[in-house]
């Protein structure tokens, strides 16, 4: 289960604090239930089929100065009445502090200490929910009407902490959220925790001496009573001198009696002292009245006590005192099991069900070690092991499990998971197999999706009647077989597969590979490259090479040419029917983005972008929807502080910026041109929306800026692609924009 272990103790903690997740009954819950509505404490089955409800909170904090927070400035972050640690603070002019929490926390932030604080500026956000726009610290910049949805919970900008004084509260909050929970599902991955009445929410301590060192004679005993109710055990010192200890746990405002039971003339001899477990007294209690006595307890740690006397019986049944139970828990509950599938060979979780194959045994496991285990189908008793060996016919069946602890605390709530015995099928075979030579040493095979698969194995064969052998997999509808040999016909078949197992094999499909690696790199001698199909440009047998390819609509729109796998940083320029240079793009990935009419003919000319020297490889596609999903690094806003990133060689990263329609905005960097220490990059703009680059990858060492101005209608996100000027340069880089 995704993040259960945490899940759990937030779970634990919530129960002990007071509150509960749903409203119940016998401790099973109605599905599906959404929370946050709160009732008493009772049992609970909960299944998880979504992400965790933990929730993360961002806290964003900036120095104008870029120096960090002065004076040891810092925010103290207060969840449900207990601080954070460590505290958070600004690290340079910008960084970031993370913490969990759940539905229904508290809150709140205070400042510490701090000088310079005009300088300081935060603001408190979920992660996922971020501010849209961006917060700015900067108050011209920035206000709450910008934040429409009031997803910033807290903020400060710069120039309003002046006055702010150490321990100041800043604000507080209260965690929305929900939870979805539901009595019975199944789905991948999907575990099931029995969730009991928490007991024992305090442990009680009684500490027992004799001052003969033979234990309380004539079975002397203390009879506990809990609300009304005596536990089946008394508390006793069998043998010896002591301490002895006996613990039991109640839960917060239970009232509970002592009562002396049995003993007889030798009263005298015993004596106890009781106590909360994790607060001992200290000095610790001692039972000759000449060595302790409540001064020594100022702080009242000794609930009730008897010490040692010289004579006399306390009289069977004298209750010897009571408290009602306060403060806070201390004690950790159990760990409640989860019901997993253990192997998951030829299982499918699907449609919250678990699916198993007639006649097939499947091992059913409880995580954890407990006492003892019963398993029931149906209703009844049928294991009493650890785990639980499934075999039945077609049907379907309800199993239930109930562990007990060491201490005998069952967990004993129903936990049904629904299990259908239903031999699931192999996938169709795929259908509409089409195979295309791409170059002179590669081939792409497409097929159309089937239903039910997990993906696809593509088989290749020198003959129609030979061996065809597995060359690869795909999850997708396609595959690119590249080191063929030139001119050379070779033959596919593909098949599917699930958890089951892999298919039939698709009907044999054939094509020979172009005749000559060098026969297109020319635009006289372009081949011809289709919608959907992808192409290996092979670029590595001389250097500095281009290969020429030749595209046509079919209908009127946009397309989208982009490149993929690129083994270094790839170039494509647009060239019209008479040979003058159109539109280009370079990077990685780079994308090309043109109008066409119906009928339209345009060449494409693909080479690697850097120096005379080097070669290199890619897959080119073209398409007539975006395809091109861009990897965000950071997020900054125009005229605010610029991002400092760290780039690794050949890497390429986009930082998000917004942009509006009629402005001009200038571009600018730091890099090796005009900074000790940073890399040698180059900058380029694309709009995010359209995946069109609106201005190609320049060095422009000479100032290390460039200038856009947004056209009319062309508002939104636009995203500054930073990579090193060549695929060896990295390190640190520093990009910014502001209104030109």
């Not at 009242?300 to 306060?326: A, E, H, M, R, W």
């Not at 089409?434 to 239903?451: C, L, Q």
């Not at 595209?551 to 993929?564: C, D, M, P, V």
């Not at 190609?696 to 062309?714: I, R």
Request: proline fraction near 4%; charged fraction near 10%.
């Amino acid at each position: 289960m995704r993040n259960l272990a945490k899940f759990l103790g937030f779970i634990a903690i919530m129960a002990i604090i007071g509150f509960s997740l749903i409203s119940c009954k016998d401790g099973v819950t109605d599905a599906p239930v959404t929370i946050p509505d709160m009732c008493s404490d009772c049992g609970k089955v909960i299944c998880e089929c979504i992400d965790s409800p933990i929730i993360e909170v961002t806290v964003e904090m900036w120095d104008s100065y870029g120096d960090d927070w002065d004076g040891n400035g810092a925010l103290r972050i207060n969840v449900n009445g207990t601080n954070l640690s460590p505290y958070a603070k600004a690290s340079g002019s910008k960084s970031y502090y993370y913490f969990d929490v759940l539905p229904c926390d508290e809150v709140s932030f205070f400042w510490i200490e701090g000088s310079n604080q005009s300088e300081n500026a935060f603001a408190v956000y979920y992660n996922n929910e971020q501010p849209d726009p961006p917060f700015n610290p900067n108050s011209s910049e920035w206000s709450p009407a910008n934040d429409p949805n009031g997803r910033v919970l807290l903020y400060r900008q710069y120039n309003t902490m002046d006055n702010v004084s150490n321990g100041t509260l800043l604000g507080s909050f209260t965690v929305t959220g929900s939870i979805i929970l539901c009595n019975d599902c199944w789905q991948n991955p999907c575990e099931c925790s029995y969730i009991p009445p928490i007991t024992g929410e305090k442990e009680i301590t009684i500490a027992m001496w004799d001052s003969s060192n033979d234990g309380w004679d004539t079975d002397a005993a203390l009879r506990i009573n809990i609300n009304g109710a005596n536990l089946s055990q008394n508390a006793r010192l069998n043998s010896g001198g002591g301490p002895g200890y006996y613990t039991f746990n109640v839960n917060l405002n239970d009232v509970v009696n002592f009562y002396w039971v049995n003993g007889g003339q030798y009263d005298y001899e015993c004596a106890f002292a009781i106590y909360y477990s994790d607060n001992p007294p200290n000095p610790s209690f001692n039972p000759n009245s000449s060595s302790w006595s409540p001064a020594n307890d100022p702080n009242g740690k000794v609930l009730i006590y008897k010490q040692f006397s010289n004579s006399g019986s306390v009289g069977n049944g004298t209750q010897l005192g009571s408290l009602t139970v306060s403060g806070n828990s201390n004690v950790t509950p159990t760990v409640e099991f989860e019901i997993t599938l253990a192997a998951m060979s030829e299982w499918e979780l699907t449609d919250q069900t678990a699916y198993v194959a007639t006649n097939t045994n499947r091992i059913f496991t409880v995580n954890g070690t407990y006492s003892t285990y019963r398993w029931y189908l149906d209703g009844a008793l049928i294991n009493s092991s650890s785990s639980y060996t499934f075999n039945k016919p077609n049907g379907v069946y309800q199993l239930m499990i109930v562990v007990t602890n060491s201490t005998g605390d069952s967990r004993s709530g129903r936990c049904w998971v629904t299990v259908s015995a239903t031999p699931l099928a192999y996938p169709n075979t795929p259908s509409s197999v089409t195979a295309t030579a791409t170059s002179s040493n590669s081939i792409t095979v497409s097929w159309n999706s089937v239903s039910g698969a997990t993906g696809y194995k593509i088989y290749r064969s020198s003959s129609s009647s030979g061996t065809f052998t597995e060359v690869g997999t795909s999850t997708t509808t396609s595959y690119i077989n590249t080191g063929l040999a030139a001119s050379t016909t070779y033959y596919y078949r593909v098949a599917a597969y699930n958890n089951i197992g892999t298919g039939s094999q698709s009907s044999v499909v054939n094509v020979a590979t172009l005749s000559n690696v060098s026969n297109n790199t020319t635009q006289a001698n372009a081949s011809n490259i289709q919608l959907n199909i992808p192409v290996h440009v092979d670029l590595t047998t001389s250097s500095k090479m281009s290969r020429w390819y030749i595209f046509t609509a079919s209908t009127s729109g946009i397309y989208y040419f982009s490149t993929s796998n690129e083994s270094n940083n790839a170039f494509l320029t647009f060239v019209s029917s008479s040979g003058t240079d159109g539109t280009y793009n370079d990077g990685r990935p780079a994308i090309l983005t043109r109008t066409f009419t119906a009928g339209e003919t345009i060449y494409i000319r693909a080479e690697m972008l850097w120096s005379s020297s080097e070669t290199g490889s890619f897959t080119l596609t073209v398409t007539n929807s975006i395809i091109t999903t861009y990897p965000i690094t950071s997020t900054i806003t125009v005229g605010g502080l610029m991002y400092t990133g760290t780039l690794g060689a050949g890497q390429t990263q986009y930082i998000r910026v917004s942009l509006n329609a009629g402005s001009t905005y200038r571009i600018r960097w730091n890099d090796s041109d005009n900074t000790t220490g940073y890399a040698d990059i180059m900058v380029g703009l694309i709009n995010e929306s359209t995946s069109t680059t609106v201005q190609a990858m320049t060095d422009n060492s000479s100032s290390n800026n460039f200038t856009y101005t947004v056209p009319s209608g062309a508002s939104g996100n636009y995203l500054i692609a930073v990579q090193g000027y060549n695929t060896s340069n990295s390190g640190t880089y520093a990009v910014g924009c502001a209104i030109n």
